[in-house]
């Protein structure tokens, strides 16, 4: 056929709630469909394709698909031929009941078959019903999956997927599977294709990612891989999330605190300061050692930015155990926490426990954590006004950053900082200022630049392009001595 006969590729959008790991699993999602040849959908316009990456851990999850599915079936009425696929976590726990309550649904994936989408899109459009395929263990680890990575300048890598852990408010583990663990020198090599695309900045993914090793049984292996990851040349900042108390050994704190490019940030949830709650959630840990890991931590690494995650209210907790999550956080001085108010998760243990607490119980007690949380955050922001901060530009962090003449960054410890805007000052480049105010949430650097570096990763940004990971091969179980990438690439991206 005549290229100027062909029909045009069909569009798609990918919207995504949830986690980090959901937000990476997106990133796969578009590169299958450009792989398949969809294209996506410019800004503003309606796709042939919406797929919803959903999330079963928030709160109202459920209530939130099949409301934007509601929002989508008129959309969908209007433009014949559109697809609409659902997939994530949501889609692994509710299976055929997403198409039973939004029949108007073409297709359905779970967490274990993301690489099947584009088949199963073909699938729904050739045989005009829907398509339901959930599989019950990982067909193939995400990473052998092509992706178009959402950042010019920073990029998810997954180290593994799954949880081997029991906590008792978690549904994770029974929708992601029991750990696996990804190669070494396969997650090297992703990071070296990113690092040759000008990315500065990889995350390296999991969740629980200090169990890295389990599979291969090298409780070592992930303070080798930050050590390993940290001297590829050209990579700036090695960040990692989310680790697990019950895990986390020192050779990690010396891990981070001699590699220069691992960054001196560490999210460490700690859901309850309570030991008596922690034992109920499976946690694995008590307050002691919660809080010895946060002070060997600050004796290595004194300018470290600490957050964390806490749930209040969970089945049983007492006044008095409230009180200890309290006095953790006084202790601890985190720079900023995720807070949530227990909800229940069908198919978790707690929400079969005795003694679950009032709504209203629950919001008070919330309200007190974020008073308290939020004037340490602020107090801790204040002892850096006056620091010099080098700063990675970022996109779309500052939603009033245009109407006050500024641009965002992030520093090495991850603070937020909103900074004087300055010619030719790109997302992906690198600035050095010094900060001169202070909020509980971010930092505010209004003065001249003191230093601006033109990187490729703000060329990249200022093209519009970003990089692309077509997948990795396996490699093995090991990591060896320093050697460079070709070498060990055969041994060495929510707790």
Not at 110 to 139: D, F, K, Y
Not at 228 to 241: H, N
Not at 265 to 273: D, F
Request: hydrophobic residues 40%.
């Amino acid at each position: 056929m005549d290229s100027l006969t062909q029909s045009p590729a069909r569009t798609y959008r990918v919207r995504t709630y949830g986690c980090q790991m959901n937000v990476h699993d997106s990133e796969r999602l578009s590169g299958l469909l450009e792989q398949a040849g969809y294209t996506a959908a410019a800004e503003g316009d309606d796709a042939d394709v919406v797929v919803l990456n959903t999330c079963a851990v928030r709160e109202n999850a459920d209530n939130r698909l099949y409301g934007n599915l509601g929002h989508l079936r008129p959309v969908k009425d209007a433009r014949p031929g559109m697809q609409i696929a659902v997939g994530g976590c949501l889609a692994q726990k509710d299976r055929g009941e997403i198409v039973r309550r939004a029949p108007w649904v073409d297709v359905v994936f779970g967490t274990h078959n993301v690489g099947s989408l584009p088949a199963l899109l073909e699938r729904a459009r050739h045989n005009a019903e829907a398509q339901v395929e959930i599989a019950e263990a990982l067909e193939v680890f995400p990473s052998t999956l092509p992706a178009k990575r959402d950042s010019a300048y920073s990029g998810w890598v997954s180290i593994s997927v799954g949880c081997n852990n029991t906590c008792t408010f978690c549904i994770v583990p029974a929708l992601r599977g029991k750990e696996k663990d990804r190669r070494p020198g396969e997650i090297l090599a992703e990071v070296q294709a990113l690092v040759d695309q000008g990315v500065l900045e990889v995350t390296l993914l999991g969740q629980n990612v200090n169990a890295y090793g389990v599979e291969f049984r090298d409780r070592g292996a992930f303070a080798d891989l930050l050590r390993a990851t940290g001297r590829i040349d050209g990579l700036e900042r090695v960040r990692f999330t989310s680790p697990h108390p019950r895990e986390f050994t020192d050779d990690v704190i010396e891990a981070m605190a001699e590699t220069p490019a691992v960054c001196h940030q560490l999210h460490m949830p700690l859901q309850s300061g309570s030991d008596d709650v922690l034992r109920r959630m499976r946690r694995g840990y008590r307050q002691e050692r919660y809080l010895g890991i946060i002070d060997r931590v600050r004796a290595a690494m004194p300018d470290a930015a600490i957050t964390t995650d806490i749930i209040v209210g969970f089945p049983g907790e007492t006044e008095a155990d409230f009180e200890q999550t309290l006095e953790v956080v006084r202790q601890a001085r985190f720079a900023s926490a995720f807070t949530f108010q227990y909800s229940k998760r069908p198919g978790t243990p707690a929400a079969e426990m005795d003694d679950q607490l009032p709504k209203e119980v629950v919001q008070e007690r919330y309200l007190r954590l974020t008073a308290l949380q939020d004037e340490i955050s602020w107090a801790e922001n204040r002892a850096q006004i006056g620091r010099r901060v080098e700063l990675l530009v970022a996109s779309g962090e500052g939603s009033k950053d245009a109407a006050r003449g500024r641009l965002s960054g992030r520093a090495r410890d991850g603070r937020l900082v909103h900074f004087t805007a300055a010619d030719g000052v790109r997302p992906g480049d690198v600035v050095e200022t010094v900060v001169t105010e202070a909020a509980p949430h971010h930092l505010i650097a209004d003065g001249v630049l003191l230093s601006h570096r033109r990187t490729r990763a703000g060329d990249a940004s200022e093209a519009g392009t970003r990089p692309t990971t077509p997948g990795v091969a396996l490699g093995m179980p090991s990591i060896g001595v320093p050697a460079p990438l070709p070498a060990l690439a055969a041994g060495c991206a929510t707790s």
